[in-house]
């Protein structure tokens, strides 16, 4: 299967947004439309040939990561706030052990966690942690790491009510609680959490009540409660929930109202209404959505737009309006063209300037 990478996490309540695509090339994003314009800011590193796998951004946008699958190394740049502009973190790029497939931001911004060994035959899966320094980005290896996490781990997911991580595995879900004064991982109690349909993809709802796992294997999502205090998970009557073929990434809208799960080898995206009370999914009308080989979804945090970055051949972006409903309806003048093999989507703070 194709590489991937998405979207961890959306951050603050702007209209638009700051955009991390896979090739890494600033475009504006217009907030009432939706469109994206290529900047002038320009090209800060062309990944495709490194195999890049999941972004994401510290809270307040000022440093983006990007973990590159055959290099086993992350990469580090602080991002313009007002031009999108990337630069090269000092000491970027950063060893990491074998594989890393995703990355994941702490809620405080002060931790990096990395899941490693995802396609490697037999090759144990580990998370790493860095310690991300405030003033220059630098990764710096946390005491303890890495911890282990089954067997081809997937995209890492941070809880954004509570200080617990996520990590799908082949045939489960790995949960950890983060130690806030040091950044160290500590298995949450019953974990790993049995999920044999081939989690690879973690969403969590805002409010930290439910978590949903794309399944590549079984073609569905799974669907939990999340314990507030201890991190448990506990499934969802009626989980899984259909999908397409090959859900290889998933995202909540940020009122928490709909789920959009992105369907590689269907060519749509599959869109739910989420139940606030328990969690359940249920169709939107009209879905699946068509957006050619979704690789990614992405939700500004308006939650007025989504984006499904569609790798070779295509090599482009699917932009849809969020309707009230959940329906999605193509932005004018979508799909709009990206560098080679666009894989993913992140979302920044400041609302100015987009990268792809």
């Known amino acids: 299967m194709e590489s991937s990478m998405s979207i961890n996490r959306c951050v603050g309540r702007t209209g638009a947004a700051m955009v991390l695509l896979c090739s890494l090339v600033a ?5 009432p439309s939706g469109s994206l314009v290529p900047s002038n800011a320009g090209a800060a590193w062309n990944p495709a040939s490194q195999n890049v796998l999941s972004p994401d951004v510290t809270p307040v946008g ?55 060994g995802a396609t490697t035959s037999g090759f144990a899966g580990t998370v790493e942690g860095f310690t991300i320094n405030a003033i220059t980005g630098k990764l710096t290896k946390l005491t303890g790491s890495p911890w282990e996490a089954g067997s081809e781990p997937g995209l890492l997911a941070v809880d954004p009510a509570a200080d617990f991580l996520y990590a799908p595995s082949s045939g489960a879900i790995f949960a950890f609680r983060i130690d806030a004064a040091t950044g160290a991982l500590k298995d949450v109690e019953g974990s790993p959490f049995v999920n044999r349909g081939g989690p690879y993809a973690i969403a ?17 999502v799974s669907a939990f409660t999340i314990d507030s205090k201890t991190g448990r998970l506990h499934a969802v009557k ?5 999908a397409g073929n090959t859900p290889i990434d998933a995202n909540v809208t940020p ?17 739910y209404a989420i139940n606030a009370t328990t969690g359940a999914l249920s169709a939107v009308k009209g879905s699946p959505f068509k957006a050619g080989h979704a690789a990614g979804v992405g939700i500004t945090p308006s939650g007025s737009f989504a984006y499904l970055p569609n790798a070779s051949p295509a090599n482009n972006v699917w932009g849809f309006t969020i309707g009230a409903t959940g329906k999605l309806t193509p932005i004018l003048g979508s799909p709009f063209p990206a560098g080679r093999i666009p894989i993913g989507f992140t979302v920044d703070a400041t609302g100015k300037s987009a990268t792809r």
């Open 27 to 31: 475009c504006a994003m217009h907030g």
């Open 204 to 220: 969590i709802s805002p409010n930290g009540k439910f978590l949903y796992a794309g399944n590549l294997h079984s073609s569905d």
């Open 238 to 242: 009626g989980s899984p929930f259909a």
């Open 255 to 271: 009122n928490g109202k709909y789920l959009y799960v992105a369907n590689r080898e269907s060519k749509n995206v599959s869109a």
């Open 62 to 116: 000022e440093f983006a990561y990007v973990p590159s699958w055959s290099s086993d190394r992350i990469y580090a740049y602080s991002v313009s706030l007002s031009k999108g502009v990337l630069k090269a973190v000092p000491g970027s790029p950063f060893s990491t052990g074998r594989t890393p497939t995703g990355v994941a931001i702490d809620r405080s911004g002060k931790y990096a966690y990395v899941s490693e």
